[in-house]
């Protein structure tokens, strides 16, 4: 990962918390793929994708999260939910078009799993 997705990760964990979410995991890496963020809102755990998109040329942060990095993400989350035990759970996105805490974009529920 380049330096400015690490910082971007960073940024988005430091906001989330800042939101009251508590920080689990980051880049958790399993066979399936990996998850940028594993967080808890309350009982809640929280799968966090966290995409910068400089150039919205090719439609964006947004965009960039396709169907086939939502399976990935949802199967490296089943992976996670097997070993560390089953929990009410959600697929947040934080969105950033420059790497700085002014331009995250968080998407609760971002997609279904």
Not at 8 to 36: H, K, P, V, W
Not at 79 to 93: E, K, M, P, T, V
Request: hydrophobic share 40%; aromatic share 10%; net charge positive.
């Amino acid at each position: 990962m380049n330096k400015l997705g690490v910082a971007a990760e960073q940024m988005a964990a430091t906001y989330l918390q800042q939101q009251g979410l508590t920080l689990i995991s980051q880049n958790f890496t399993c066979r399936y793929g990996e998850i940028d963020l594993i967080m808890r809102e309350g009982r809640m755990l929280v799968f966090v994708e966290v995409r910068l998109r400089s150039n919205a040329r090719f439609g964006g942060a947004g965009m960039s999260i396709t169907p086939a990095k939502q399976h990935k993400l949802q199967r490296s989350a089943e992976y996670y939910l097997q070993q560390y035990g089953n929990s009410a759970c959600r697929f947040d996105a934080v969105l950033m078009n420059k790497a700085s805490a002014e331009h995250i974009e968080w998407i609760k529920n971002a997609f279904d799993s």
